[in-house]
């Protein structure tokens, strides 16, 4: 495992990246409602990331990827294609996963949406998600185990009787989209791949919790990925920096007091 520990510097231009990509999820709630589609959704974002932030899109392009965000509703996990065709509904949750380049570095960061007012469960799932991310976070200090971050998780989910998808993880981040080492959002981490945090880490934390039972299946597509029982699912994400002292999460929004 090659974890990358960062300098001054390359934290310096890792919190602008977060920035910007926090920004993004500021600048697009406001068309989040019914009857926009998904590729409105990433028109819009991929040009004020291009022409407003003068960033690159990470996703575009990436591997393949033909879109410049990931728009995934209802029961896909993740890595939804945005697509003109498809109209959000009312009642509908979505998740909208940013990642944008900015001198080299990346900031990547995701968020659920209400479009109007959702199902009961689907409040609770995607309160619950974001309420497990930030136990998560708050465990991120130097000293402390990654191994930490799934456990808590995955006993909260337990009491909740909801589960997490274990085919997809955090990961590092930082020149690379993805560095290592890999965040898992349940236990397990045996005493050869478990880490201690160190100051100059940065990785994402980025848990994807479902209604139902946790299997997954990719679609022919070769990217989105849905809930194999058709359940809900909820995923939150934030970009981290582990300090001297703690953690500064270098995506929190505005909106966020943590």
């Not at 409602?33 to 575009?60: F, M, N, R």
């Not at 309160?127 to 808590?152: C, D, H, M, N, W």
């Not at 209604?211 to 022919?220: E, M, V, Y």
């Not at 994400?237 to 995506?251: D, F, P, R």
Request: with cysteine; charged share 25%; hydrophobic share 35%.
């Amino acid at each position: 495992m090659n974890v990358l520990i960062k300098t001054p510097e390359e934290i310096e231009k890792m919190r602008v990246a977060g920035r910007l990509a926090a920004n993004v999820l500021e600048m697009i709630e406001p068309y989040i409602k019914a009857g926009v589609s998904t590729g409105e959704l990433d028109a819009i974002c991929h040009k004020y990331i291009v022409e407003e932030q003068q960033a690159i899109p990470a996703p575009l392009n990436y591997h393949g990827f033909p879109k410049s965000i990931c728009t995934s509703v209802n029961h896909v996990i993740c890595h939804g294609i945005p697509d003109d065709a498809k109209q959000l509904k009312k009642g509908d949750i979505i998740n909208i996963d940013i990642t944008v380049i900015k001198d080299g570095y990346h900031g990547d960061t995701s968020k659920m949406f209400y479009v109007g007012e959702p199902s009961i469960l689907a409040r609770r799932l995607t309160e619950f998600t974001k309420e497990a991310l930030y136990a998560a976070i708050a465990l991120v200090k130097p000293g402390a185990r990654i191994s930490e971050i799934g456990q808590v998780i995955e006993e909260m989910a337990k009491k909740e009787r909801f589960s997490i998808v274990q085919e997809y993880c955090g990961h590092g981040i930082g020149s690379g989209f993805h560095e290592d080492p890999q965040i898992l959002h349940y236990n397990g981490y045996t005493s050869h791949t478990d880490l201690v945090l160190e100051p100059g880490m940065c990785f994402t934390i980025e848990p994807m919790i479902n209604a139902g039972k946790r299997h997954c299946k990719q679609l022919n597509d070769g990217w989105t990925v849905v809930t194999k029982d058709h359940s809900l699912t909820a995923q939150w994400e934030h970009t981290l920096l582990v300090t001297h002292t703690g953690v500064e999460a270098l995506t929190r929004r505005n909106e966020e007091n943590f």
